[in-house]
């Protein structure tokens, strides 16, 4: 008999691999006799190269590169399928996380560094790069990217612009040759759940940049910046973006991928599961275990364990979600084909006093959780 175990993180608490290692636990406990298969797995955000690493087997390896605001930053990245794929995120790189509140300011803040991570991957040999590009200090329209990676933004005058999201409205035009042409043949897709547009009221700088820094008149100088790359971009490259859902993401980063390497915007979780290898261990299942440290409507909708869910439905494998706490919305759950939900705290802690004991130690909780499951359903 097969449990496939395939988890997302428990934030702040758990990594996906250490919340499928701990449910594992769990069902050797109560099944000693039974084959589990342990797949972690993320919705393309923070989590995605340590889930996919752990599930492919892969290796992580280390780039020097700047960060958001140009200082040095030590970013990890994954290498699965024996070297062939790339896994990066972006905030590992040009994440807000690195920068302190008080210096957060997205017409400066620049990809620059995301765009050497993803320069340090193609130089191993990947054939393709799978890119989580949430979290981001930046609000330049993967501008940055395009600089690390040979292009050359310039003014009027012929010079280059510095990096941030407020020099591109100074922009004229942009140069391609310096690209390394081994990026032709590099498929780079990019894990967005984000449909907004580039600019405009649902744009990048309205939607995000507040949260990065910006105050009203920076939004504005920053939407107008962002639409005269996407005019230049369009000249120049022959790309058009402002229609494009997702666009926005990350600061526009989902629209300079797009114009500077060809990228595919794909949902996240479903790209990420896929990676993960989890369709191909399906047969022959027996009960599918999946979970993440709240479930509400939002499972259902772009989080890796719903998507986790549905296809365990569509081969016949019933499916377990445990949960630290539920959310409103989480029976939304049982149409995506969820059979039963547990959840380490008691529903009658609205304040989640308990749940914030339990998770400080979740690891064992969630063992001791999967164990009793497994007994009472198999």
């Avoid at 250490?18 to 000693?32: F, K, M, N, S, W």
């Avoid at 996380?97 to 193609?122: N, W």
């Avoid at 490259?237 to 794909?266: E, H, M, Q, S, T």
């Avoid at 919305?329 to 802690?349: M, N, P, R, Y």
Wanted: charged fraction near 20%; aromatic fraction near 4%; hydrophobic fraction near 45%.
């Amino acid at each position: 008999m097969k449990i496939i175990v395939a988890p997302n993180s428990f934030k702040g608490s758990l990594s996906a691999s250490q919340a499928a290692a701990a449910i594992a636990r769990g069902v050797r406990q109560a099944r000693p006799e039974v084959e589990v298969v342990e797949i972690p797995v993320a919705d393309g955000g923070e989590g995605t190269v340590e889930a996919l690493v752990s599930a492919r087997k892969g290796t992580y390896r280390s780039a020097d590169v700047e960060g958001p605001l140009g200082g040095p930053v030590r970013a990890t990245y994954g290498l699965i399928d024996n070297g062939a794929t790339g896994v990066v995120e972006l905030a590992s790189a040009s994440g807000l996380t690195l920068i302190p509140a008080e210096k957060r300011d997205p017409r400066i803040t620049s990809t620059f560094g995301f765009g050497q991570l993803l320069d340090a991957v193609r130089r191993q040999g990947v054939g393709q790069i799978i890119a989580g590009i949430g979290g981001s200090a930046t609000n330049d329209g993967g501008a940055g990217i395009a600089q690390a990676l040979g292009f050359r933004l310039l003014d009027a005058s012929g010079h280059e612009l510095p990096r941030g999201g407020a020099a591109l409205a100074r922009l004229d035009r942009i140069d391609a040759s310096g690209l390394d042409p081994s990026w032709r043949s590099i498929s780079v897709m990019v894990a967005s759940d984000v449909t907004n547009p580039l600019t405009g009221p649902r744009g990048a700088s309205y939607v995000y940049g507040p949260q990065k820094g910006a105050d009203d008149k920076a939004v504005r100088e920053l939407d107008q910046a962002l639409a005269r790359l996407a005019d230049v971009i369009e000249r120049d490259l022959k790309k058009k973006l402002a229609d494009i859902p997702g666009a926005g993401a990350a600061g526009g980063a989902g629209a300079g991928l797009i114009a500077f390497l060809a990228a595919r915007l794909v949902p996240g979780a479903a790209l990420v599961v896929d990676a993960s290898g989890f369709d191909d261990a399906l047969p022959g299942a027996r009960l599918v275990i999946t979970g993440e440290g709240r479930v509400d409507a939002q499972t259902a909708y772009g989080k890796a364990p719903g998507e986790v869910a549905k296809r365990a439905r569509a081969a016949g494998v019933p499916v377990l979600l445990l949960a630290g706490s539920k959310g409103s919305g989480w029976e939304s759950l049982s149409s995506l084909g969820v059979d039963s939900i547990v959840t380490l705290a008691e529903d009658g802690d609205p304040e989640g006093h308990n749940l914030q004991v339990l998770m400080h130690d979740a690891a064992p909780e969630l063992t001791r959780a999967a164990a009793r499951a497994v007994q009472e359903l198999l």
